[in-house]
């Protein structure tokens, strides 16, 4: 294929780095196409500059890692966090149903205030850490009626109760066909 960007990479190569962000984006919920294209276009244009100092990464990776970056920035800007900042805010944001309650301002670089202070009053927690554990077997603690039905001393099925329950059972079904005839 021809290189028509020079060390920058092919068409085909921008063009799969572009449609991979229009999906990214997508699932990011951002729903405006404006505004959606405005940041594929921004994360592909940081993605061509950084390509000089890689020029062994393929522009998709390259765009990616700028579309995550830029999400990173955001949210520790606005949520002023650390850890795991980006799956804290995507939560954030679908709790508070930003995408479309302030659909343009996502990665904006003044967001409305309604909306910083909705991502901020969103509490997320993560679950306490698993911790293992071992199961050792017990007998079976039988309900009363099971109990009833199944005799100690024998370990058999006394026949009256299952019988009964099977004729009531077999009077039900003639009924019901003897009413849809």
């Given at each position: 294929m021809k290189?028509?960007?020079g060390e920058a990479g092919t068409v085909a190569e921008w063009n799969a780095a572009y449609v991979r962000l229009r999906d990214y984006s997508r699932a990011l919920h951002i729903i405006g196409p404006a505004?959606?294209?405005?940041?594929i276009?921004?994360?592909?244009?940081?993605?061509?500059l950084r390509r000089a100092e890689f020029p062994d990464r393929s522009p998709t990776e390259l765009a990616m890692e700028e579309a995550v970056r830029a999400q990173n920035e955001w949210f520790k800007r606005i949520l002023r966090g650390e850890?795991?900042?980006v799956v804290v805010g995507r939560v954030?944001?679908?709790l508070t149903d930003a995408d479309t309650r302030w659909p343009g301002a996502f990665l904006t670089a003044e967001p409305p205030?309604?909306?910083v202070q909705a991502l901020r009053e969103c509490e997320?927690?993560?679950v306490p850490d698993l911790r293992v554990s071992s199961m050792v077997p017990r007998p079976i603690d039988m309900s009363p009626v099971v109990g009833n039905i199944l005799s100690e001393e024998t370990d058999q099925a006394e026949p009256g109760p299952v019988l009964l329950a099977l004729v009531a059972l077999a009077v039900t079904i003639a009924v019901i066909l003897l009413a849809m005839s």
């Open positions: 290189r028509v960007f505004h959606r294209r405005r940041l276009m921004s994360w592909l244009q940081a993605a061509t850890d795991h900042i954030a944001m679908h205030r309604e909306l997320v927690h993560s």
